[in-house]
């Protein structure tokens, strides 16, 4: 009898757990059993690895083959285990061999005619091996995640021949020759770049704007349609800096579990999604039979902009409220418990009524209430800021003769912004719990209770005020200001035109 144990990994959200394939050839009829909970996909990778073996040259024992894959209760999909199971056939019937295999770990999908195909999800199990320092054998075509994670011991395979030559010490196989040089941390000049100059008059909305992404506080933009929304949004990007690589990193490891990849040239760029209102709330969460990770995920250390807020199903929206407060996604469902990380900064824009707009409206002021009630008080009360986007002045459009500020300009203060608060806090404005809010605020305590007499006049919740003494130590930032000053809190409750709206409505 005759046994060999193969390392592999598993596809478990952004974890990698090691699995042993482990193999056993018998004596009996011949036959080929897969156990361990596998899928189907991975069922059907007996038929796959019969015919690559043979095709490849290779013979197929006659035996009873029985291969676990270990841990049994972890649950096991995707072609992935095609080119263990292959490679742990060929080590117990002695056609490779054996004395370095627990050193590696093997990853890939076969073809019937022996070429290793690639596989998604892979970018966690290169990290999981590269922190055990194992030697890891995965598709040629999966070159690009090994770049990312800059991993030496990382060999790539064309077709199962290749790889037993290599394991036979008779040829060698391709790895990583240099570090990754299209790795800048430069950023990069895009001459197609969307730039906030293009954006006409909305000086209160771009300086907003401003105020977001330096503290990285939640923003909803109110207006008619046509005043530069969307516009507006889309332009964040360039405001906030590059992502650190152990930023990329997460931010990669997350959507190569999705299937997606990011180009070279995007690696350190931030994360902007938008999915349309009619999205569901497992693709904006995640889930699934086999959870995936969803929008908010994918917009993890970016952006998720959500366009016509209103429009999207009130149930969907509060599945966002406890992602926003924890930076997590924890998605339970009876194979898997995983959890995805969710830290996003959301921007929303939305028309004040059903009709596009409050004045001369053909709404009623029920009808606008009901339009409004489709986001929930504690969904409103996620956003730092809330601002109004309205209609140009006559003329702004062909009368402007002041350049406004570049979105490069705008960059340097951000940035500049959000130094000073890592260097106090140690994270950004928008992340400080109340704790530590209550030692690096700046503000006086006859402030505070000014502050304190705006929240009760304005009717407003204890997240409302804890948000508001945020954007004020923003703003001073901004200012390169120690202390945080009436004006800044002032200002702060400036960016609060959704209760105004309502205050406004209730009194009609």
Known sequence: MAIACINTRASCGVEAPIVTVEVHLSNGLPAFNLVGLPETSVKEAKERVRSALINAGFEVPQRRITINLAPADLPKQGGRYDLPIAIGILAASEQIPTQHLHQFEFIGELALSG???????????????????????????????????????????????????????????????????????????????????????QHQAKQALEIAAAGGHNLLMLGPPGT?????????????????????????????????????????????????????????VGGGSQPKPGEISLAHRGILFLDEIAEFPRKVLDCLREPMETGEVIISRAAAKLTFSSRFQLIAAMNPSPCGDTEHARSTPDQINRYLSRLSGPFLDRFDLTIDVPKLPSGALTQQTVTSESSATIAKRVNAARD??????????????????????????QDLLFLEQSVTQLGLSVRSFHRIQRVARTIADLQCSQLTERKHIAQALGYRAMDRLLASLNRQ
């Open 115 to 201: 070429q290793v195909r690639a596989c998604s999800g892979i970018l966690p199990a290169i990290i999981a091996a590269k922190n055990q320092h194992h030697h890891v054998f995965m598709p040629i075509e999966n070159r690009y995640e090994a770049e990312l994670v800059d991993y030496q011991q990382c060999y790539f395979v064309a077709h199962l021949q290749h790889l037993v030559a290599f394991l036979h010490g008779q040829s060698q196989l391709p790895q990583l020759d240099n570090l990754p040089e299209w790795i800048d941390d430069s950023p990069p000049i895009d001459e197609n770049a969307l730039c906030m100059s293009e954006v006409i008059g």
């Open 420 to 445: 000073i608060q890592r260097q106090r806090n140690g994270c950004l404005n928008s992340e400080l719990s109340p704790k530590k809010l209550n030692l690096y605020s700046g503000i006086s305590q």
């Open 228 to 284: 530069g929304k969307s516009m507006l949004a889309n332009r964040i990007i360039p405001l906030m800096p590059q992502l650190t690589y152990e930023e990329a990193i997460e931010v990669a490891a997350i959507h190569s579990v999705a299937g997606l990849t990011i180009k070279p040239n995007a690696f350190l760029k931030r994360p902007f999604r938008s999915p349309h209102h009619t999205c569901s709330s497992i693709s904006l």
